[in-house]
């Protein structure tokens, strides 16, 4: 099973990080966990968006991974067929512009196609390997609302995280479980070097 961007999960028990990493490794051990009959709610997030994500655990091991299937990207994904290049993996799709753009795109050498090619890469390359702020934000604020949001201080937490406020966001989840405060800080890590 190949995941993409090797995409990572972790999982808490209450306030307990109880498992991080692949896919597999965390939703098996929320099985494991979950089979003892805990009372405590055991809730899974991507680390990439913060987002809970929830898992049917019903069945055997094998038939859980294999539900897990619909979060993974297949090592050889099947192209299409029809308008393109197939050849060159060159997929035909539609695009709306303006007017104007459709104008600048018909003065430019090798046409609107190379062009739109040209700008995608360059805006790649521009933004390769450096996460947006907004981003960092967004998935660290989801992460904690859905953990946290009941916590003291949340919202000036919350603030501080927005202002970019490394020593207010620090003191205002100082008093926070040790977990929450250790992914906290793996989630917001890249924000707060910048």
């Known amino acids: 099973m190949e995941q993409a961007e090797s995409q990572t999960y972790t999982a808490f028990e209450g306030a307990k990080l109880i498992a991080s990493g692949p896919l597999e490794k965390v939703v098996l051990k929320v099985k494991a966990r979950s089979s003892d009959k805990s009372s405590t709610m055991?809730?899974?997030?991507?680390?990439?968006?913060?987002?809970q994500?929830?898992?049917?655990?019903?069945?055997t091991e094998q038939d859980v991974l294999k539900r897990l299937q619909v979060f993974v990207t297949p090592a050889n994904p099947i192209t299409q067929q029809g308008p393109g290049r197939p050849k060159l993996g060159v997929i035909s799709r539609e695009i709306s512009l303006l007017p104007r753009h459709w104008e600048w795109l018909s003065t430019q050498t090798g046409g609107a196609s190379v062009t739109i090619r040209a700008l995608v890469d360059e805006a790649k390359k521009q933004s390769s390997g450096k996460e947006s702020i907004k981003k960092i934000q967004e998935r660290t604020y989801t992460f904690m609302s859905a953990i946290a949001g009941n916590l003291e201080n949340f919202e000036e937490a919350s603030r501080a995280l927005f202002a970019k406020n490394k020593r207010n966001f620090d003191l205002h989840i100082s008093s926070w479980p040790k977990d929450i405060k250790n992914h906290l800080s793996k989630l917001t890590h890249p924000l707060f070097e910048k």
Do not use: A, E, P, W
Request: no cysteine; hydrophobic share 40%.
């Open 42 to 51: 055991i809730l899974v997030f991507s680390d990439s968006t913060g987002k």
């Open 53 to 59: 994500i929830d898992f049917d655990l019903r069945g």
